[in-house]
């Protein structure tokens, strides 16, 4: 495989490569998940990612309990450019950036700062007991962090990283198929804990806390995909890959 930040890419290619070559019709059901990695010798991750690309085309429909189901013929089809990101690609960015981001903040918050984001977890909570999708006290909440260090430059990574995910059709795909309700207010209770260490000023606290709120939405979104063997190898994106910030 490539060297290359998008290799799910070009597993998705190489998908269509072998639906083709493989004589698959529309109805059929492919090989599995296990099969396609052990077939391309990579990370069942990979795969998965792979398929959700396919499932955003529309070629594939992965139907949970029964398999992956070949939607329309790639034959002949032209590969379009691809400017998305991976929803655990994209976790991985975030984690790596808004812990930093966090530490830093817990140096420099001012008790304005600390105002505004309880008045953002608020918003979330109120959108939560609403049952309502609307992320925008989560955003904020994120945002007011990266505000409170002063700088500009990282307001305007975190703002890209959000506008990455809203962009991202893979995200909005996977997370319409996994959403549940109540781990979002596991994810509020994530944000009180960072919340309480930028109150501390604890640098060191804000940056484990961040990093673990990161950690909980990327181990709930592929505990929640539900696609195939839960015991696959794991993403190539993933937490446990990142250097201590």
Known sequence: MKNSARLYQDVARDLRKLIVSEGYAV?????????I??????????????????????IVQVRKGSGIYLMRDPKGEEQPPHDDIGPFELLQARQLIESAIAGFAAAMVTKADITRMREALETERRGIEAKSDDYSGDEAFHRLIAEATQNGVLVEMVETLWSKRRQSRMWA???D???DESYRRQWLDDHHE????L????SARARLAMRQH????????MELSDVGDTAFDGFLFTPASLPEV
């Open 199 to 202: 109150q501390a000023r604890d």
């Open 214 to 221: 990161l950690t909980n939405v990327s181990d709930t979104l």
């Open 194 to 197: 960072i919340l309480a260490a």
């Open 177 to 179: 198929r996994i959403f």
């Open 37 to 58: 990695a052990e077939y391309m010798k990579i990370s069942r991750g990979l795969v998965r990612d792979a398929i959700i690309m396919l499932e955003v085309e529309g």
């Open 173 to 175: 795909q996977l997370h």
């Open 27 to 35: 109805g059929d059901r492919l090989i599995t998940e296990r099969q």
